[in-house]
């Protein structure tokens, strides 16, 4: 089940969409069913970290690989506001999302 919610997560077109019914899921679902905890025993961490991982991941990927610029990359994984995603990078990297480009090439 999660190297699929992986493969689709990392290889889908609509990976904001995918991630806010996700979400919602998880709030009215998986809370009342105990299903937030079994998650997290079986992933070692919440729903939620594991779809920001994902997020972040294919966002490296698009940095690496595409000429996209930050603001489209941060929109395509689902922040659709530029300086958001551009902290959110940084915190979890240290770096800026164009640095991360700039090093990796």
């Known amino acids: 089940m999660l190297l699929s919610l992986g493969v689709v997560f990392s290889t889908n077109t609509i990976l904001p969409k995918i991630w806010a019914l996700f ?3 998880n709030e009215r679902y998986f809370r009342n ?3 937030t905890f079994i998650f997290k ?3 070692g961490k919440s729903l939620g970290k594991y779809i920001t991982e994902i997020r ?3 966002a490296k990927y698009l940095l690496e690989n595409t000429n996209m610029k930050s603001s489209e990359i ?3 994984v689902g922040y659709p506001n530029p300086s958001y ?3 959110m990078f940084r915190n ?3 770096c800026t999302p164009v640095q991360y480009r700039e090093r990796m090439k």
């Open 74 to 76: 941060g929109k395509y």
């Open 85 to 87: 995603f551009t902290m």
């Open 33 to 35: 069913l105990g299903l």
């Open 23 to 25: 979400y919602v899921f």
């Open 41 to 43: 025993k079986h992933a």
């Open 56 to 58: 972040f991941e294919k």
């Open 92 to 94: 979890r990297y240290g």
